[in-house]
């Protein structure tokens, strides 16, 4: 299933990326998720940049099709080669959307790209989602295909009566028995107002008789705005008292808006409960900006800077480039404007009237996209340069 909220669909590109021009390995750190919505807001390309030592350069796109509900339908993921032309994307994933009577999503399946053999390998991952009368999702079934469909995995969900989350559990397919192990469980607590106050996770110790043991809690706490502010989970040692394994704190703007996620784990009582510290920004338009704890940078929402928005097919250069003073533009499609942004999707210039020289003196020494916009100021094409 694809998401179409963007902090799902931002991927995390850790570690290091191969550079094929000489071979070197460079630590990446940035990421920007790119997005091509049509004139309906639905979004039909997504791309998922990565910004390093040699400049901004896509990574990751995701392509979308609509039923006649603009329902996603079916799409597919692509990956490029990390160089600096960038041009060449080769296929990797292609997910297939069923939706009921009531648009509701009930099942999807995925498929690899075989590349040897130039074509969609038969589907190999598939989930099944039901719902109850009140149209509430109660169940997802992940399965894999060995010629048939076997279950692998799944999630069952509980409301309460103001159709709030009460409790969930997630189970194992086992195949030796041809049933289901459950083997954890998270309960949910509110308070008078729907706030979600407490979490408790249990796991069970026993089979095929379920017997749960109580193993970890969260607390949440909330401003006079219901926002969380303040998170604390404690865990069972093993044996001894119960110790702190993991604080998180929020903090707002003025607007509400957030501003940090502060995460403290302790990583003696378990692996998992890590650090995990973000910030946030905002461009002038109001788009978020997430900068990671390990010096990546996500872009939460989709910026104007883009690649090919319209996918019209028309030329497009400037030169030199890169420059320290001014920019030659053409075009063979007519523009009404250009704008320029800075690596953080911050728009730093503006030049109206279909100007064909554009003076980028001013600029700090850094990577930009410059973008021809039409008159109506929707953007037509993308291209980077460097001010030295």
Not at 20 to 46: E, H, Q, W
Not at 357 to 384: A, C, F, R, W
């Amino acid at each position: 299933m694809r998401n179409f909220t963007i902090l799902f669909l931002v991927l995390s590109i850790f570690g290091y990326a191969q550079n094929p021009k000489n071979n070197a390995r460079t630590v990446s750190i940035a990421t920007y998720t790119v997005c091509n919505p049509d004139s309906s807001g639905l979004f039909r390309i997504m791309y998922n940049d990565v910004y390093n030592v040699y400049g901004l350069y896509k990574y990751y796109r995701l392509n979308y099709y609509y039923n006649s509900n603009n329902k996603n339908s079916w799409g597919f993921s692509q990956r490029s080669a990390m160089n600096a032309n960038d041009t060449i994307w080769t296929n990797d994933t292609k997910w297939t959307n069923t939706y009921d009577s009531n648009n509701n999503l009930i099942d999807s399946v995925t498929q690899y790209w075989n590349a040897s053999g130039n074509y969609w390998a038969d589907s190999v991952n598939r989930t099944v989602y039901v719902y109850d009368f009140n149209q509430h999702l109660i169940s997802v079934t992940n399965q894999v295909k060995n010629n048939a469909w076997i279950n692998s995995d799944r999630k069952l969900f509980v409301y309460n009566s103001a159709n709030l989350l009460q409790s969930s559990i997630y189970q194992n397919w086992y195949y030796a028995q041809n049933r289901w192990f459950s083997y954890d469980s998270l309960q949910c607590m509110y308070d008078a107002n729907n706030r979600l106050t407490n979490k408790y996770y249990y796991i069970n110790t026993s089979d095929p008789v379920v017997v749960w043991n109580y193993y970890a809690k969260d607390t949440i706490h909330y401003n006079s705005s219901n926002a969380p502010i303040y998170l604390l989970k404690v865990r069972d040692g093993g044996g001894g008292p119960w110790v702190i394994a993991k604080q998180i704190n929020w903090t707002y703007d003025s607007g509400g808006r957030i501003l940090s996620r502060i995460c403290n784990g302790t990583n003696s009582v378990n692996s998992w409960e890590s650090d995990s510290n973000d910030s946030y920004a905002y461009d002038i338009n109001g788009k978020q900006i997430l900068l990671g704890s390990g010096g990546y940078t996500y872009f939460s929402n989709c910026i104007a800077a883009s690649l090919d928005e319209k996918n019209i097919n028309f030329d497009f250069s400037i030169f030199p480039n890169p420059s320290n003073s001014a920019l030659t533009i053409t075009s063979t499609v007519d523009y009404s404007s250009i704008k320029i942004i800075n690596s953080i999707g911050k728009t730093v210039a503006n030049f109206k009237d279909e100007p064909n020289v554009i003076s980028v003196s001013d600029l700090s020494n850094g990577i930009y996209l410059i973008q021809l916009l039409d008159k109506k100021g929707n953007p037509l094409k993308t291209e980077k340069f460097i001010k030295e």
